[in-house]
């Protein structure tokens, strides 16, 4: 059997897996792992979560580092989708992942081969929740940690994550994008600590188990929504997606709509204004920190990604995410951080649009747990009451 390599698939370089490498010295873009064909289709499924699927993940290691990531819920919607007007909505919640958000489905394999590759450290820029899951990996696999965020735009919840696992936080006075820039500058200098941003092709391998999970569990769904910040979960979604049609466990591919705050979605306006090129933005706002990119590295695969499955971007205001993220909550019992919000605003906005249809079956990504980011929510109002400590007060509340 041969073994999974890096490609550019934007230029079509090759190259070996035992080579320590993020990006093409050729054109500069993202490296992806490929497989051949029967590779994939000989694969066999065996156990829970993302280990489940070993035999089509790029490392040998008998003992990964894991805390139990994956097998997320589908949850069946019971309010959104009729209100919004699609025949089925499920809800995948990456929030239940270990340290709450999708990102540990790729630290688990990314943190697995810096390990194998004898890395003493480990690096990302974080907008906080990559932060959070490498350092609670690093933490389990008694290597070092350092996450580099942009100064007073991380959710308490997820620097409080990452100051428990005891990872050295470096906050820049910048934005997340040169966050980015600098951490790439220096793992091309240096060999000494291992670079785990979404454009580490090993974490893009771990998190396409999104789409494994949900095909084995719904089979193919007419639409997949997703929020889409660096573009590296819809990489790798659509690269599972692709490899469940290569195994034969699906025959048609859902389309996928990718969704960007208003302020910051260069990848949807070069997507409406038909570019071939993004252009970045350079001051990006939005409540939903999480998304808040205006540089994502992987636009061009992420781009590709929703043409090639017939589907589109979509931008969203913050008005409408904290709408969804409470309408999650209070509709459905679901509770999630702002940015996970942007896929059901998102899918909202599509139906309106008649984008998506009455018949259709739709899922939505919801990426990361409410608990990281709760400060929008004690700002709107709920039903709240101070009473006095005795009895009658607490009657006169319960029958109104
Ligand atoms: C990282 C993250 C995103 C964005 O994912 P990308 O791969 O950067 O597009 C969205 N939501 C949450 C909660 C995240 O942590
Ligand atoms: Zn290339």
């Not at 350092?135 to 428990?164: C, D, F, M, N, T």
């Not at 500058?185 to 396409?208: C, D, H, M, W």
Request: aromatic share 6%; with cysteine.
């Amino acid at each position: 059997m041969r073994l999974p390599k890096y490609k550019c698939e934007n230029c079509g370089y090759e190259e070996s897996l035992d080579k320590n490498m993020y990006f093409c010295p050729k054109c500069g873009d993202p490296l992806t792992i490929v497989y051949e064909e029967n590779e994939l289709q000989e694969a066999v499924f065996k156990g829970k979560g993302v280990w489940r699927y070993k035999n089509v993940l790029p490392v040998n290691s008998e003992k990964p580092v894991t805390l139990n990531e994956g097998g997320t819920p589908l949850h069946e919607s019971v309010k959104l989708y009729e209100e919004i007007g699609v025949k089925e909505l499920r809800i995948k919640n990456e929030g239940l992942n270990p340290t709450g958000s999708f990102k540990d489905r790729g630290m688990t394999v990314g943190v697995t081969r810096a390990v194998e590759l004898g890395a003493r450290s480990v690096i990302c820029a974080s907008t906080g929740n990559t932060a959070a899951s490498l350092s609670a990996y690093a933490a389990r696999a008694g290597i070092k940690s350092y996450v580099v965020v942009p100064e007073g735009a991380v959710a308490l919840g997820k620097l409080a994550q990452a100051r428990a696992a005891g990872a050295k936080i470096v906050k820049v006075r910048g934005n997340f994008d040169y966050a980015l820039k600098m951490v790439r500058s220096l793992a091309a200098k240096t060999k000494e600590t291992y670079l785990l941003n979404s454009v580490n092709p090993f974490r893009i391998e771990g998190q396409k188990t999104l789409a494994y999970e949900i095909i084995e569990e719904y089979g193919s769904p007419d639409w997949i929504f997703i929020p889409v910040g660096n573009a590296g979960n819809i990489t790798a979604l659509w690269k599972g997606l692709k490899e469940m049609k290569s195994i034969g466990m699906i025959e048609r591919l859902p389309k996928l709509a990718g969704v960007q705050a208003e302020g910051a979605s260069p990848i949807y306006r070069a997507f409406v204004e038909k570019k071939e090129e993004i252009i970045p933005v350079q001051n990006p706002q939005t409540i939903a920190t999480a998304i808040k990119i205006g540089n994502p590295a992987s636009w061009r695969r992420a781009m590709h990604a929703v043409k090639e499955s017939g589907g589109v971007m979509l931008s969203v205001s913050d008005e409408k995410i904290l709408e969804y993220q409470k309408k999650l909550s209070s509709e459905e019992g679901i509770f999630v951080e702002p940015a996970s919000a942007a896929s059901i605003a998102g899918l909202a906005k599509a139906a309106s649009q008649n984008l998506v249809g009455k018949n259709d079956r739709v899922v939505a990504i919801v990426t990361g747990n409410g608990l990281k980011d709760p400060d929008s929510l004690m700002r709107i109002n709920a039903e709240e009451v101070v009473i006095d400590a005795d009895m009658e007060s607490l009657k006169q509340v319960i029958n109104g």
